[in-house]
């Protein structure tokens, strides 16, 4: 004997929570739809809609990168003088002109 046929799709219907509860469930789709009075094809759909969906949605975020490694000068005597990262290319020229004159 069929089973009655599910009631027609409904614009109340919460899909996503549908397919929420199916994931786990661990009914196939076409048993966890007919367990709820759905239609399987219906469910089929919106459960591709929603993957479709979310492979739009980037998968890569944008970051920013701070160099954070101080620039070391380093003397034959074993001083060691650290600048830190940030300092502009220009006044590291200019310092280490200035010592390397000495």
Known sequence: MRSPK???SSPDIDW???LTAHAKS???LREYARTQG???DTL???RYRVQKQSARVP???PITVEASA???LAFPDGR???FPASLAPDALRAFVLAVSSR
């Open 44 to 46: 089929y759909k919106k």
């Open 16 to 18: 996503s929570a549908h």
């Open 70 to 72: 101080p620039c070391e």
């Open 26 to 28: 661990g009914l196939s």
């Open 38 to 40: 759905l239609k399987a």
């Open 80 to 82: 060691v003088l650290r």
């Open 59 to 61: 998968r890569l975020l």
């Open 6 to 8: 599910p009631p027609p």
